[in-house]
Nanobody, 121 residues
């Protein structure tokens, strides 16, 4: 089994910064794409940013230029640096990982438990 454990959420004033981390633990797996999604009250979960095992990152238009996704493959960890935060960034942020086991080609979709980010005006 694989667990994704997130950390780094909290309360911050508008214009501030937060850094989210998500570490995958377990054995016998490899991680392809990783990403961050968020869900605000009364809204659907939406993509924030994704990063493949190798290649270009992808961002939602609403966070381009403010958020940066990165990963440390040796630590099976993905990060989200969030700068110039706005009240509309308030949401529960979820880590996502596309995981393969052994030599299987099928990718399993794993989610973290979510971490609250609240931006006050």
């Amino acid at each position: 089994q694989v667990q994704l454990v997130e950390s780094g959420g909290g309360l911050v004033q508008a214009g501030g910064s937060l850094r989210l981390s998500c570490a995958a633990s377990g054995s016998g797996f490899s991680i392809n794409a990783m990403g961050w999604y968020r869900q605000a009250p009364g809204k659907q979960r939406e993509l924030v940013a994704t990063i493949p095992s190798a290649g270009s990152t992808n961002y939602a238009d609403s966070v381009k230029g403010r958020f940066t996704i990165s990963r440390d493959n040796a630590k099976n960890t993905v990060y989200l640096q969030m700068n110039s935060l706005k009240p509309e960034d308030t949401a529960v942020y979820y880590c996502n990982a596309r995981i393969r086991f052994g030599t299987l080609h099928y990718e399993y979709n794993y989610w973290g438990q979510g971490t609250q980010v609240t931006v006050s005006s």
